[in-house]
Nanobody, 121 residues
Framework: QVQLVESGGGLVQAGGSLRLSCAAS????????MGWFRQAPGKEREFVAA???????YYQDSVKGRFTISRVNAKNTVYLQMNSLKLEDTAVYYC???????????????WGQGTQVTVSS
């Protein structure tokens, strides 16, 4: 089992920034791709970003250039730095872990409890 605990969500004005953190524990995390999904009201969960143990990163097109995912392996922690936030970024953000890169939510192995990000005008 892998346990994931997110923090850092909140309310921010459009154009502002937030940093989400995800603390992971459990199995050898070097085996896992870590990432973030989000779910806006009335919409399906969607891929946001992911990072391999070696540092390779992947992003949804709508967040490229605005969001940055990083991980500190020694701390078993993953971060999502979100800049230039837009109203459409409002969602519950979930930290995820899987042994392979997952682009769709249905196959992801481990989920955190989620943290709310609300962007206001």
């Amino acid at each position: 089992q892998v346990q994931l605990v997110e923090s850092g969500g909140g309310l921010v004005q459009a154009g502002g920034s937030l940093r989400l953190s995800c603390a992971a524990s459990g199995r050898t995390l070097s085996m896992y791709v870590m990432g973030w999904f989000r779910q806006a009201p009335g919409k399906e969960r969607e891929f946001v970003a992911a990072i391999r143990f070696g540092g390779s990163t992947y992003y949804q097109d709508s967040v490229k250039g605005r969001f940055t995912i990083s991980r500190v392996n020694a701390k078993n922690t993953v971060y999502l730095q979100m800049n230039s936030l837009k109203l459409e970024d409002t969602a519950v953000y979930y930290c995820v872990a899987d042994r392979v890169l997952r682009w769709s939510a249905g196959s992801v192995e481990f989920w955190g409890q989620g943290t709310q990000v609300t962007v206001s005008s």
